[in-house]
């Protein structure tokens, strides 16, 4: 069956640069999450989008924004990026109020 | 504020022998329990969804139970790929698209 798809899958920055993480969600869920995973802790849900629309907001810093696109899938902006963004980032998708379902991760290592 | 608290927080067990993970929540309005496996590095999977108190679902050797206050993640007979952590995540609000409050895992060890 058909997965979450996250590129890259490993990203190395600067202090002070910025990334984007994409993100394809399974085919037909309308639903995007983004979540921070620092190391030994757990997930850190950071926003959420349904129908292209932001649906709820969690711990996400204003130096971070996203957006879902029209095809549904979704970026994750980082500006001005800080040693304390190095984490794992996960995607999840769902349909409305269903379980979500996890990506593999993007690896981000801010140096 | 919504919260989750998980455990024991490790837990080593020996193949075969059958123990339980305990997950205590504080949300106003439940709007579902999930519990997922996660392996080191990869992306949390998705094992159950309970909604209402007295709910059970199994999957092979994991039983999940749900009541007002807690839920149970009974594994049976572990295997050691039954190796990893736990996490149980709860879903509060009025939206369809709430982001998970997870807990903090319970890292679990089967071995041979």
């Known amino acids: 069956a058909a997965g979450v798809i996250q590129s890259p899958r490993h990203l190395i920055k600067e202090k002070r640069e910025t990334a984007t993480l994409k993100c394809y969600p399974i085919p037909r869920h309308d639903t995007v999450y983004w979540y921070q995973q620092g190391p030994g802790q757990d997930p850190q849900f950071l926003i959420s989008?349904?129908?292209?629309?932001?649906?709820d907001k969690g711990s996400i810093p204003d130096r971070f924004s996203a957006q879902q696109f029209s095809d549904y899938h979704s970026e994750l902006n980082m500006s001005s990026l800080e040693l304390g963004d190095s984490a794992l980032y996960f995607c999840?998708?769902?349909?409305?109020?269903?379980?979500?379902?996890f990506g593999p991760g993007t690896r981000l290592t801010v140096t | 504020e919504d919260q989750v608290t998980q455990s024991p927080e490790a837990l080593r067990l020996q193949e075969g022998e059958s123990s339980s993970l305990n997950c205590s929540y504080t949300v106003s309005g439940l709007r579902g329990l999930f519990w997922y496996r996660q392996d080191p590095g990869k992306g949390p999977e998705f094992l159950f969804t309970?909604?209402?108190a007295g709910e059970e679902k199994e999957k092979e050797r994991l039983k999940a139970t749900l009541t007002k206050k807690e839920s149970f993640l009974h594994i049976t007979a572990p295997k050691p790929e039954d190796s990893a952590t736990y996490l149980c995540?709860?879903?509060?609000?009025?939206?369809?698209?709430?982001?998970?409050?997870f807990g903090k895992g319970t890292h679990l060890i089967i071995q041979p």
């Open positions: 309970l909604y209402s």
């Open positions: 995540a709860v879903r509060a609000g009025g939206g369809g698209a709430d982001g998970l409050t």
């Open positions: 989008f349904y129908e292209k629309m932001q649906s």
């Open positions: 999840a998708s769902s349909t409305p109020s269903s379980e979500q379902y």
